[in-house]
């Protein structure tokens, strides 16, 4: 799959670059492009809240990262009941109150607001329960507001809707008949840059480039010394489990192929790093994703592929690459200049991973010790 990037993020970042670097130096890391974010994908039925963790399915403006905006709603229903009762999760902002995210009852005529409940500020379900025993007989229908285009604490969901015999949603059973999604016309998705000792190039509505399919592959064309992604976090893990895999795939038709383990090259998503001698990633800029380093062989590298294990229901999130390389490719643009700390430096030296280092065996007998468990050879 080609990714794309837009023209005129493309064209600040090099600005950025030529004006603020030296030639060399800007060239030095590169971020390899990234596919689009799907536009007009608000509305979805998800089974991970806003912080990634499991949970029953329910409608959320997730679909397309909390940057997503748009509205959506029922069909229209006469109220024949004294009480409307359903289920609201998500944030109106951090705090709340900015009257962007919420669920209303609206006339199906001329569109008044008669109820109107506010994201609780909570990831987990909250219940809301309207009197709508003066609104007997009046047609109307319910909408889900999600106007609110930042990057934290900006999204909202519903479980499930009791109107009495006139309307009753589960959405854990799917997308009802007659749901109409109202979103605004899509412009391309903003990128951002994460400065930091390693530089990235990132789309924030975009969590975790492996896509729903599994499997993506990004195209590359050129040699490089090392490779950094961004992210490395997984919920719900288990010590020693691979979610995934990050193969490098050369021009010649050889591959390596990096496992993406729990304890080793992944981290529970939150803020604190594990501190075991196993753990190869270290901190970015921002405090919840981490810097893994690669380093391929000295060939050109046709393709990355980042994939998922379909073992696991659980998707890693790698959010971004830059590349290590003085390379000219269609397939990369210059970062500003690193920020320099001789300290990242040694750092990276001795927790760079190569296809032959560090040695799995003691990284997984490291795993075990650091988390209290068996060794292999008194497992059941």
């Known amino acids: 799959m080609t990714a794309r990037m837009g023209t005129a993020v ?3 970042m090099t600005v950025l670059a030529a004006a603020d670097l030296g030639a060399s130096e800007s060239a030095r890391y590169q971020a390899l492009k990234l596919p689009l974010p799907t536009p007009g994908s608000t509305w979805a039925i998800l089974d991970r809240d806003g912080a990634n963790r499991k949970v029953e399915p329910y409608l959320s403006s997730l679909g397309g990262g909390e940057p997503g905006t748009g509205a959506i709603a029922s069909p229209g229903f006469r109220v024949a009941t004294d009480a409307i009762r359903l289920t609201v999760c998500g944030h109106d902002g951090q705090g709340g109150g900015r009257n962007q995210n919420y669920v209303a009852l609206v006339d199906a005529a001329s ?3 008669l109820r109107r409940a506010a994201a609780p500020g909570a990831d987990p379900m909250h219940e809301v329960s309207w009197d709508v025993g003066d609104l007997r007989g009046r047609e109307v229908r319910l ?7 930042g990057t934290a604490f900006a999204w909202i969901g519903v479980g499930r809707i009791d109107a009495g015999a ?3 949603v589960d959405f854990r059973k799917g997308m009802p008949a007659g749901w109409v999604a109202k979103s605004p ?3 391309k998705p903003a990128g951002e840059i994460v400065p930091g000792s390693i530089p990235f190039f990132r789309y924030p509505a975009l969590y975790t480039l492996i896509p729903a399919s599994g499997t993506i592959e990004l195209p590359c064309g050129f040699k490089a010394r090392r490779l ?19 193969d490098v795939i050369y021009g ?13 090259t992944l981290d529970q998503a939150g803020k604190l790093l594990s501190r075991s001698k ?6 970015s800029s921002d405090p919840f994703q981490h810097v893994l380093v690669l380093a391929p062989k000295a060939q050109t590298i046709d393709k990355i592929v980042v994939r998922r294990n379909p073992e696991f229901g659980v998707t890693p999130r790698i959010t971004a690459v830059t590349c290590e390389t003085q390379a000219a490719s269609e397939h990369l643009v210059p970062l500003p200049a690193p920020a320099r700390q001789t300290d990242r430096a040694a750092w990276i030296e001795s927790h760079t991973i190569s296809g032959s280092s560090p040695d799995l065996a003691w990284i997984a007998a490291e795993i075990r010790r650091s988390h209290k468990l068996p060794e292999a050879s008194k497992q059941p």
């Open 10 to 12: 493309l064209l600040t």
């Open 111 to 113: 569109g008044e607001v």
């Open 143 to 149: 909408e889900v507001h999600d106007a609110d285009s």
């Open 166 to 168: 006139a309307l009753q």
């Open 185 to 187: 016309p899509s412009a």
């Open 228 to 246: 950094f992604f961004l992210g490395c976090t997984v919920p719900e893990a288990k010590p020693l489990a691979v979610y995934g895999h990050i």
């Open 252 to 264: 010649d038709g050889s591959r390596e192929s990096y496992p993406l383990m729990y304890g080793f």
């Open 278 to 283: 196993a753990m190869h990633l270290g901190p």
